[in-house]
């Protein structure tokens, strides 16, 4: 089955710095690669999601990128806040047009400091 | 308002009880899922739902038992619970886009 490693387990940075989370899958057929961000006490919100047809998507602030080569995806979030602190979670599928067996990654928590 | 509601928030109990966490979601989604997240927050799903029909089904004691009435709703009875049951139980759902929209979770401390 699907193996996803994440990294870093933790994560602290300033206000205003960037931060990067690395994520490795081991399923060469998967094709979808959401990343989701856990507050506390909440449920998982997804926050940017890409597949396999594209190498690269951004929104706003945060950005994802895919290799599929080399089997990794990264999440980048430039210009944190405060309220960028939370946990974060990649996950990866295989998107079978009725249910999405997604593998999460064991997450990172990024605190982002005044 | 809430897109997936799930109840109760919070469920404390003996070992040995039998517990039940409703869901329900309004988004009109086809497919529901009961994932598990443990106390070192990892994510693994248990259950999928497809229109009322299991189609996911992970390697999970079968002291768990998912029942879907309609496509809106998923429950999960747990019978003769223990203590390795402790955990956060999240309620999903998805179209067949693969966006998964999750409740805000089920604490489960089994005592």
């Known amino acids: 089955g699907e193996n996803v490693e994440q990294h870093p387990s933790t994560l602290s940075v300033q206000e205003g710095d960037s931060a990067v989370i690395k994520c490795t899958y081991s399923d060469s057929a998967s094709n979808y690669f959401p990343w989701y961000k856990q507050e506390l006490g909440k449920g998982p919100q997804l926050i940017i999601d890409?597949?396999?047809?594209?190498g690269e998507k951004k929104d706003q602030r945060i950005a994802v990128t895919l290799n599929k080569t080399a089997k990794h995806f990264s999440l980048h979030i430039t210009e944190t806040q405060p309220e960028d602190s939370a946990v974060y979670f990649c996950?990866?599928?295989?998107?079978?047009?009725?249910?999405?067996?997604?593998?999460f990654g064991t997450g990172t928590r990024l605190q982002v400091t005044l | 308002d809430t897109a997936v509601s799930q109840t109760p928030k919070y469920l404390v109990t003996q070992m040995g009880n039998d517990k039940s966490i409703k869901c329900e979601q309004n988004?009109?989604?086809?497919?529901m899922y009961w994932y598990k997240q443990d106390s070192k927050k990892f994510l693994k799903i248990m259950f999928s739902y497809n229109n009322k029909e299991l189609i996911i089904n992970e390697t999970v004691p079968n002291r768990f038992s998912p029942k879907s009435p309609d496509k809106a709703h998923l429950n999960l009875h747990i019978n003769s619970l223990e203590l390795g049951d402790s955990a956060v139980y999240f309620c999903?759902?998805?179209?067949?886009?693969?966006?998964?929209?999750f409740g805000s979770g089920t604490q489960l401390s089994v005592l």
């Open positions: 999903a759902s998805s179209q067949r886009d693969s966006k998964l929209f």
């Open positions: 890409i597949r396999s047809n594209v």
């Open positions: 996950a990866a599928s295989k998107h079978t047009g009725t249910a999405s067996k997604l593998t």
């Open positions: 988004l009109g989604h086809d497919t």
